[in-house]
């Protein structure tokens, strides 16, 4: 499903994905492919969160996107969280080729499940890749995230009070001013967040030990890829949804002009 949004000075066209039943079963195979022509603009987004449903057996759920992102186009991939259900198998994998002036945004994250019912991390498996091509298929991001059951811990040990996981990428020359304010504004919040208070220094000036005992909410890093910095990547952990969905609202505001209205409002 297609539609304009935003005021009609804004020529950007945006895409809701639907599935029937509202998620995605056991054994389904999803593949689909965009092609966004020089000088136009994009959003690919959800209604809701996507719903991956229990496995039956050993069957893996997949989703694949391909998109082509012509010269001075921008494609906007900006969905909301995956959860995965109980015992739940998950792979999606997300292929982007574009050239020197095409700009991207993709958000890509999971929570832990559904929170209501009591699980948390309790899929057997997620598998999220995202690559990004140049011309001549020349690698210039290549990632993946796996988070598997394991024999000696379970994902929710690994987590620990973490529930959320997200990563953000801003590409391009479109977005420039967007990724140095994104970078200023990471380092500012990491900066303070991991501010080690006075009043938590003992008699030799180090830490105490109660200081290290209280996790952070939430932590995100910031880090540039590509020839001359075109490309910046953000990586979050957090204790809530809300608090995700708050960051990205918020950092990515300034793409209003460009998109018609800012995201995750």
């Keep these: 499903m297609n539609s304009q949004v935003g005021s009609s000075e804004t020529d950007a066209v945006w895409i809701y994905t639907l599935t029937y039943g509202g998620g995605i079963v056991s054994g389904d195979s999803i593949s689909c492919g965009f092609s966004i022509g020089d000088g136009c603009t994009a959003v690919l987004t959800t209604q809701a969160s996507t719903k991956v449903y229990k496995s039956l057996g050993s069957k893996c759920s997949e989703q694949i996107l391909e998109a082509i992102i012509g010269s001075d186009a921008l494609l906007a991939v900006i969905p909301d969280p995956v959860t995965c259900f109980s015992t739940a198998r998950y792979s999606q994998k997300q292929i982007f080729k574009v050239v020197s002036d095409s700009s991207l945004v993709m958000v890509d994250w999971i929570t832990s ?31 993946t995230v796996l988070l598997e059951q394991g024999s000696n811990t379970s ?15 801003l590409l391009g020359p479109k977005l420039k001013q967007i990724q140095n304010q994104v970078q200023e504004n990471v380092k500012r919040m990491m900066s303070e967040q991991l501010y080690i208070p006075s009043t938590g220094l003992g008699r030799q000036g180090k830490a105490s030990p109660d200081w290290y005992l209280t996790k952070p909410t939430f932590v995100a890093s910031c880090s540039i890829f590509g ?17 995700v969905y708050r960051f990205l609202h918020q950092q990515l505001a300034g793409l209003k002009p460009l998109l018609g209205v800012s995201p995750y409002c």
């Design 227 to 243: 020839p001359k910095g075109i490309g910046v990547v953000v990586r979050i952990a957090a204790m809530t949804t809300e608090s």
């Design 155 to 169: 994902i929710s040990e690994r987590m620990q009070d973490y529930q959320v996981m997200a990563m953000v990428i």
């Design 113 to 143: 499940g559904r929170h209501e019912s009591g699980e948390k991390w309790d899929f057997k498996l997620y598998k999220s890749t995202n690559h990004i091509f140049l011309e001549g298929d020349q690698p210039l991001f290549l990632d």
